[in-house]
C-alpha cells in the first residue's frame, strides 16, 4: 500500500507564491502518474494539474485552464515526489490542496481513476 503525504501548505497573500510537495512511500510501483486536487469549502473538488511517470526526463503534464499559466507541477522520481509550484495566488483558490495517484501511467483528469489520496494541506490566500 503506498501513502501520500502533502506539504508547504499555509498563509499568503493575493499574489505570493507556494509551493507543495506531495512525497509518496510505501509500495510506490503502485502509483504512476500523479495529481494535485483542490477543495473549497462549499465547493466541489476540482482538478488543478497532473504529471505523468513515463519517460521522467519528459514526463507529460496537464494543468486546468484556471492555473495555466501560474502553476507548474513537476516530479523528483528518484524522491517519490511530485511538486505543485503555485504563483500569483487569488483569495478564491484558497482551499484544501490533495495529492492523488493513478495506477495507470495516464494523464487522466477523472476523480475516479485516482485509487490513492493524501490528507490534504490547507491553502489559505488572504488579501
Known amino acids: 500500500q503506498v501513502q501520500l503525504v502533502e506539504s508547504g501548505g499555509g498563509l499568503v497573500q493575493t499574489g505570493g507564491s507556494l509551493r507543495l510537495s506531495c512525497t509518496a512511500s510505501?509500495?510506490?510501483?503502485?502509483?504512476?502518474?500523479m495529481g494535485w486536487y483542490r477543495q473549497a469549502p462549499v465547493k466541489e473538488r476540482e482538478l488543478v494539474a497532473i504529471?505523468?511517470?513515463?519517460?521522467?526526463?519528459?514526463?507529460?503534464?496537464d494543468i486546468a485552464d484556471s492555473v495555466k499559466g501560474r502553476f507548474t507541477i513537476s516530479r523528483d522520481t528518484p524522491k517519490n515526489t511530485v511538486n505543485l509550484q503555485m504563483n500569483s495566488l487569488k483569495p478564491e483558490e484558497t482551499a484544501v490542496y490533495y495529492c492523488?495517484?493513478?495506477?495507470?501511467?495516464?494523464?487522466?483528469?477523472?476523480?475516479?481513476?485516482?485509487?490513492?489520496w493524501g490528507q490534504g494541506t490547507q491553502v489559505t490566500v488572504s488579501g
Open positions: 492523488a495517484g493513478l495506477a495507470r501511467d495516464y494523464p487522466s483528469r477523472s476523480e475516479e481513476d485516482y485509487t490513492t
Open positions: 510505501g509500495s510506490i510501483v503502485s502509483v504512476s502518474a
Open positions: 504529471i505523468t511517470r513515463a519517460d521522467d526526463a519528459n514526463p507529460t503534464t
